[in-house]
């Protein structure tokens, strides 16, 4: 359609320039189109802008092209199908710019017409801004939400007519409302269900006449739950720009809370009965230390606590007295046990205060005490770690002194004694032999057999003279021990066959049953013929008649292992840590049946160890025993080899 036809159409509306001027002056873009073909035959300078088109470009063009969304064309199908076209048609749209930008509007559409034409007329608002606010209000809302989704406390909000405005589901849960409930979305509903589930929903409903009849007051009530819950109920007034319109109440789960508060009230009274145990054990500990002190103080044994290397802190009286201290140098910190010791025992002692570090009780050991007036004193200390401390310590100090004299006594009358004996017993030996094979022969056989029996009577007082010379040897360190290159091979032979006849007296042999061809060892030969005698006497002596006793040497690197075995007796099992002891005798009447002095075995055991080897058993009772010992190996020569 032309411009002129335009201008045509609107001369017959009643008053064009009533139109023109609501057109132009309205602050809304305004668009006029005919009522069957769409077409735009005005609009305002508004829409122009709007747009970004002339008002030439415009005019006679279809609403279409300015209208970019589906709706507009739904929406205007519907208008003219429509028959009742009284009042306004309020629609969302779309608009086309010429740039190609699209700008949401809202649109007011009305109808104007005369018995020769209709006309469609568009108020139109770019509500691009509105879509941002009601965005960023969506936006906040959902935020709000998300808030108090994730706090850890329940929140329900209120107006003044008491209207559920929010709630979280964490409220929800925490009181396990039902829909029921929910739907009614009113405070009385839901403080009827807290009370309900309340072992003291009174409180509830006190605060909630309160707040009735102080709107503005805070309340807070600590609710407990019939499930065994606590929670905080507090409930605080909501205000908008200082105007009341209404309440946010918020609850906390404080059962965890409670717990603890239980807890410590419990450990609260066990601290003071366990305050109460401990005076009534400090007392204790008062009354048992000032017994521990007379105890310390009675004691016939030096006692001393120290610390470090030697350092004294304490000492009994008993000890003072021994070395001829007193109380006020010991309080100075001016004794040292190793001031106080011979240098020769040093090495000793600082052994002892490594084992304590490493097994908390030290082997007793033998020294020399240096006392105040320059004297020396013999005694025995013991070490051992005293618990709690890091480097704490505590030792027994015995006096030596009348042990060392009755030692020495002992000593002098088993030699003098053994030596008085020797020289006797020797002639009565040889004498009590001579009649046996000579002049036996002649004898009754009643005084011949008391003869054997005095002759064997002298034998064995002659091995006991010798073993107890042997101890008193050991003990007073007199025994001398030579290290010589020794073929253990060729000195068990040797042993053999000088008791091979003592064997004989059981009816029992000897044989070698795996040997080397030679086993160089360092030794006191002399020695280990002892030790031979001792166990081959044992194995004839308690081996069965006829029985047989093996004889094995064994290569075991740079040490050789002997073993002896029998196929008697055996040991019984309560007597083999005592084995090695002086005197040990496993049956006594049996064993002085078959004679014996019970010292062999203690002195091949010292002998031994005195030679660098290790000497021990195994044994069945019933099945016999097998005494092993070993020594150090020489050095190999290449013909040897």
């Not at 073909?37 to 508004?46: A, D, F, G, P, T």
């Not at 009370?195 to 709107?215: C, D, K, W, Y």
């Not at 309080?331 to 046990?337: A, M, T, V």
């Not at 064995?460 to 253990?488: F, P, Q, T, W």
């Amino acid at each position: 359609m032309t411009k002129q036809g335009n201008a045509t159409e609107l001369s017959t509306l009643a008053d064009v320039g009533l139109l023109h001027h609501v057109i132009n002056f309205s602050r809304e873009a305004v668009v006029v189109l005919s009522e069957d073909s769409l077409v735009i035959v005005e609009l305002n300078q508004k829409s122009c802008q709007v747009l970004g088109y002339s008002r030439e470009e415009l005019l006679g063009k279809e609403i279409s092209l300015i209208e970019c969304s589906l709706q507009d064309v739904f929406f205007w199908d519907d208008m003219q199908q429509t028959s009742d076209r009284t009042g306004n048609r309020i629609a969302d749209s779309e608009w086309l710019t010429k740039d190609g930008v699209v700008i949401p509007m809202e649109k007011r559409v009305s109808f104007f017409g005369t018995d020769a034409r209709g006309f469609w007329i568009i108020h139109a608002e770019d509500i691009t801004a509105r879509i941002r606010v009601n965005q960023e209000q969506i936006h906040l809302a959902s935020q709000l939400q998300s808030s108090l989704e994730a706090t850890a406390e329940g929140i329900l909000s209120v107006d003044l007519r008491g209207n559920v405005i929010n709630i979280n589901h964490r409220f929800i849960s925490m009181w396990h409302l039902t829909d029921q409930v929910l739907i009614g979305r009113h405070l009385d509903l839901i403080v009827s269900s807290i009370i309900s589930q309340s072992v003291n929903g009174s409180v509830v409903a006190t605060s909630l006449e309160r707040v009735n009849a102080e709107p503005d007051v805070e309340t807070a009530d600590q609710v407990a739950l019939l499930d065994g819950r606590y929670v905080d109920v507090v409930s605080k007034p909501e205000y908008y720009r200082d105007q009341l319109i209404g309440r946010v109440i918020s609850v906390r789960d404080i059962t965890a809370m409670k717990q603890v508060e239980h807890n410590l009230k419990e450990m609260r009274d066990l601290a003071e009965l366990a305050n109460q145990e401990k005076s009534k054990m400090l007392d204790a500990v008062r009354l048992s230390e000032s017994r521990l002190r007379r105890l310390v103080n009675a004691s016939l044994v030096g006692i001393i606590e120290g610390s470090g290397q030697g350092h004294l802190i304490e000492a009994n009286q008993v000890l003072l007295t021994l070395l001829g201290y007193d109380r006020v140098t010991l309080e100075r910190g001016q004794l040292n046990l190793f001031s106080m010791m011979l240098e020769a025992s040093h090495a000793v002692c600082h052994a002892a205060f490594h084992e304590i570090d490493v097994g908390y009780q030290a082997t007793p050991f033998e020294s020399t005490l240096i006392c105040a007036d320059g004297s020396l004193v013999s005694v025995m200390i013991g070490l051992a770690r005293l618990e709690g401390t890091e480097h704490g310590w505590v030792g027994f100090v015995l006096d030596l002194t009348e042990q060392k004299k009755a030692d020495k006594i002992k000593s002098e009358f088993i030699a003098v004694v053994s030596h008085e004996l020797r020289t006797p017993l020797t002639s009565i030996r040889g004498a009590l032999g001579l009649l046996e094979h000579s002049i036996g022969k002649d004898l009754p056989p009643k005084l011949m057999q008391l003869l054997k029996i005095a002759h064997k009577n002298s034998q064995r007082l002659g091995a006991l003279v010798n073993d107890l010379l042997d101890i008193e040897k050991l003990v007073s360190g007199k025994m001398s021990i030579s290290s010589d290159r020794v073929d253990l091979v060729a000195l068990a032979q040797q042993a053999m066959e000088f008791n091979s006849a003592y064997a004989q007296q059981f009816d029992v042999r000897y044989y070698i049953e795996d040997h080397p061809k030679s086993a160089w060892v360092i030794c006191d030969a002399d020695r280990v013929m002892q030790v031979f005698a001792n166990l081959l006497s044992n194995a004839a002596k308690f081996s069965h008649p006829s029985g047989m006793v093996a004889i094995r040497i064994l290569d075991r690197d740079d040490m050789f292992r002997v073993e002896i075995e029998d196929h008697g007796q055996g040991i019984p099992s309560h007597f083999h840590d005592q084995i090695f002891s002086k005197f040990a005798q496993a049956d006594g009447g049996n064993t002085r049946k078959q004679g014996g002095t019970g010292l062999g075995l203690n002195i091949s055991k010292t002998f031994i160890e005195k030679m660098g080897g290790q000497i021990g058993f195994e044994s069945r009772e019933g099945e016999g025993s097998v005494f092993w010992f070993t020594l150090t190996a020489a050095v190999r020569r290449l013909d040897e080899r």
